[in-house]
């Protein structure tokens, strides 16, 4: 562009040239104009006018490396904290000190204790979570706040073979109903089952998903306990307060509580391929199948069952419909599946569906007994 026009452009916005000297010009910036404090404020404002389209590109663009920040602790933190934040959560920090009589008689022997403490009430560092947490609860209750979703981040204590073990740690509680008051619809109770499937969004939001599992367990302080495990690593446990140590914290309402570590995550975050693919071109396929089952027999093993036995076609695996009563032989359920079909390189044909969920359900009737209800 010639320097000639570029004067004609910045005289005609008020700005005045003070010098010229080859092809560089010495501007004084109008004082009204408080945005341009450099130099490729006035080219901007040159191309503007000029139009930017009108700027020829060349060959090739030199682009400089962005530097990318390390994944580390804190990079996980600031994932999870805003997803929980989205989800409707509330973060809480509750002391690191609490009281040995809180804490379940099993586990004293493994307590981090103070030389010179305070108070009784102070005299260990936390092994869980939880009673800080419960605090947090019961302050709120005593407050008509019913309907609590809380975490926290930090560390939890416990001594092992003399020493004092810091694990860095998530905790999350839910309590109350799950759903806001409304005319549209019945508000439901919390349940064990929305902290599994909070558990289950956290994973995806790091990209985890697919080798979650929860396996029945036993956990101080905690009922219906599971170990919560991703690809046969424990990364935490959950389960439901149990009645003596809500008591103890004067709470009277069904507490959920899960706590996870945080470094077991960001390790298995690390150790994660990304991989992408092009979005399906091809359309899926359900099928559903309805089935008696032995009351003892958990989704997750059918679900494990169904992708063994189909790992090229199935996608996805869901459970809609549970029903126990008396209509059912006794110690046995219905459970209703749903099954997502679909090949990356061609639309599916009704014979291979029907092929494909033949050998589904041989491997669940074998393997669980399973009987096809009509």
Known sequence: M??????????????????????????????YRVDVTRAADAVEEVLRIHGFDNIPLPERLMVPPVPHEAFDLESLRSQIGAHLSARGFREVMTPSLTASDRIDEAERDRLVRLKNPLSNELDVLRPTMLNGILQSIAHNINRQQRDLSFFERGRIYRSEKGRAVETETLAIAITGSRDRESWRKKMRKADLFDMKE????????????????????????????????????????????????????????????????????????????????????????????????????????????????????????????????????????????????????????????????????????????AELRG
Not at 9 to 21: G, M, P, T, V, Y
Not at 309 to 324: G, I, N, S, T, W
Not at 351 to 365: D, F, L, P, S
Request: charged share 35%; aromatic share 6%.
């Open 2 to 31: 010639p320097k000639d026009d570029v004067a004609r452009i910045l005289e005609l916005l008020d700005f005045r040239i003070a010098d010229r000297k080859d092809d560089r010009l010495k501007l004084i910036v109008p004082a």
């Open 198 to 369: 909070e558990i289950e969004a956290i994973m995806q939001r790091l990209g985890l998903s697919g080798g979650i599992e929860f396996d029945h367990g036993s956990y101080e302080q905690l009922s219906s306990a599971h170990t919560v495990k991703y690809k046969g690593r424990t990364i935490g446990h959950v389960g439901e307060v149990d009645p003596r140590t809500l008591k103890s914290a004067d709470l009277s309402q069904p507490v959920f509580f899960a706590e996870l570590n945080e470094q077991a995550l960001l390790e298995l975050c690390r150790s994660q391929e990304e991989s992408f693919q092009e979005i399906p071109r091809f359309p899926s396929v359900r099928r559903d199948l309805s089935l008696l089952l032995d009351a003892e027999v958990r989704f997750e093993r059918l679900r494990k069952l169904a992708f063994n036995a189909e790992r090229k076609l199935l996608r996805e695996v869901d459970l809609f419909d549970v029903y126990q009563g008396e209509k059912l032989p006794a110690g046995k359920k219905s459970y209703a599946l749903s099954f997502i079909l679909r090949d990356p390189d061609r639309t599916l044909t009704d014979e291979q569906v029907e092929k494909a969920m033949g050998r589904i359900r041989n491997v669940i009737e074998k393997e669980t007994g």
